[in-house]
């Protein structure tokens, strides 16, 4: 059973780094799709970005977040610079068992993480 376990997450001021880490077990790691999405109080889940096969980088975000893996530590990273109030979210990890895919939409992945909060607050 694959399990992901996200941390990182934190109060942090406006104009502030975070970078995410998620680590997971129960799959084959390299053979893996890995993503990160957020989700605010009454919104949808939003993608973010994805890495496997392809590597993307949502557009409301592009320029500040980058998104990283290290295959030996099974773990994916998320980089956060500047962030802003509307950053305030739960984000989570997931993983897909196929490396090629889009890894743009949510139903793609199989797994997801329990979600690290992020508050951007002054």
């Known amino acids: 059973q694959v399990q992901l376990s996200e941390t990182g997450g934190g109060v942090v001021q406006p104009g502030s780094s975070l970078r995410l880490s998620c680590v997971m077990s129960?799959?084959?790691?390299?053979?893996?799709?890995m993503g990160w999405f957020r989700q605010a109080p009454g919104k949808e889940r939003e993608f973010l970005a994805t890495?496997?096969?392809?590597?993307e980088i949502a557009d409301s975000v592009k320029g500040r977040f980058t998104i990283s893996r290290d295959n030996a530590q099974s773990t994916v990273y998320l980089q956060m610079t500047n962030l802003k109030p509307e950053d305030t979210a739960v984000y989570y990890c997931?993983?897909?068992?196929?490396?090629?895919?889009?890894?743009?939409?949510?139903?793609?992945?199989?797994?997801w993480g329990q979600g690290t909060q992020v508050t951007v607050s002054s």
């Open positions: 129960g799959r084959t790691f390299t053979r893996s799709t």
């Open positions: 997931a993983t897909s068992p196929y490396f090629y895919v889009n890894g743009i939409v949510a139903a793609e992945y199989d797994g």
């Open positions: 890495t496997g096969g392809f590597t």
